[in-house]
């Protein structure tokens, strides 16, 4: 997701008013011994063929960059995650009995679904808001991130995908987007996003979307078939690497985050969703 409102701008404005920002960006090490991992791993030997993953699951910044220099409002908002994703990709996990990967740390430290080195990798501006920590990164400093915290998030979902039977696992990815985008509404509750150039994802999609429709009836909620944004090699690194390249069925889900925003919602887009995947299968 990319989003971007008013109420960001207003941030933006008052970003420039701060202190300026201050970063130990020398030290080898980027995150403390009482902080977690760059992962979680739930399920690790979950009965599903599908795998779970969760690119942006986590606001959470390594306390040696002080927060980016970023308020507490703006590590809130839709830059540095995808809010609700997490919650639902864990009941996905539960239900389906699948194993599921999450990244501990915001896209902003660094961007678990690009390559390293990737323009969009260490987003030193974001919707208007300037990234104080992340101006003039070095490459040692882009190294370290990639070191602590990409390379080990891709490595365990390999990992992950190894222990499974290669002609039946699936990858599954769970995102979120903001409701509205440069000014237009997004009217998708839901979107499956995939890249069609792949036959088996593509054809994992039909049938996901038909149980979607199937599901949701004649509620008010619109599905997505490649909305808001298609599965590209370029900005889907996850998919691309852990999927497309072994060829194995890949799909992600982007979930509009107002849809989501309490445990209720949550919990029934999870059995929509939880549905969808036996329905897949
Ligand atoms: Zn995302």
């Known amino acids: 997701m990319n989003g971007k409102d008013n109420r960001e701008k207003n941030q933006s404005n008052a970003q420039t008013q701060q ?8 030290e080898a090490v980027l995150l403390d011994a009482n902080e977690p991992g760059a992962y979680e791993v739930i399920r690790t030997m979950g009965e599903s063929p599908i795998v779970i993953v969760c690119d ?24 540095a995650w995808d809010a609700g994703a997490a919650e639902l990709a864990r009941k996905l996990s539960a239900r389906l009995d699948a194993a599921l990967i999450l990244s501990n740390y915001s896209r902003l430290v660094i961007d678990c679904n690009r390559p390293a ?7 030193g501006q974001s919707d208007n808001i300037v990234v104080p920590g992340n101006a003039d990164i ?4 882009a190294s370290r991130r990639s070191r602590t915290l990409l390379d080990p998030y ?17 990858l ?16 998708w509750s839901i979107g499956v996003c995939y890249n069609h150039t792949e036959q088996v994802s593509s054809e994992w999609a039909k049938k996901m979307l038909t149980g979607l429709r199937t599901r949701v009836g004649a509620t008010e909620d619109k599905i997505g078939d490649n909305q808001p944004y298609e599965v590209t090699e370029d900005c889907d690194f996850t998919l691309t690497k852990q999927g497309r390249k072994p060829g194995i069925p890949n799909l992600m889900l982007e979930l509009r985050q107002d849809k989501i925003s309490d445990d209720l919602m949550v919990q029934r887009w999870c059995n929509i969703i939880a549905g969808c995947c036996e329905y897949s299968d």
């Open 19 to 26: 202190e300026p920002f201050k970063m130990n960006a020398r």
């Open 172 to 187: 599954l990815s769970i995102h979120s987007f903001t409701p509205s985008l440069h000014g237009e509404e997004r009217p």
């Open 138 to 141: 070095d490459k040692l400093e």
């Open 117 to 123: 080195g990737h323009p969009e990798s260490i987003l």
């Open 56 to 79: 942006h699951a986590s606001n959470r910044i390594p306390e040696r960059l002080n927060n980016l220099g970023l308020t507490d409002e703006q590590l809130a908002s839709h830059i």
């Open 154 to 170: 891709q490595q365990a979902i390999a990992s992950v995908i190894s222990r499974r039977d290669r002609d039946n696992v699936r």
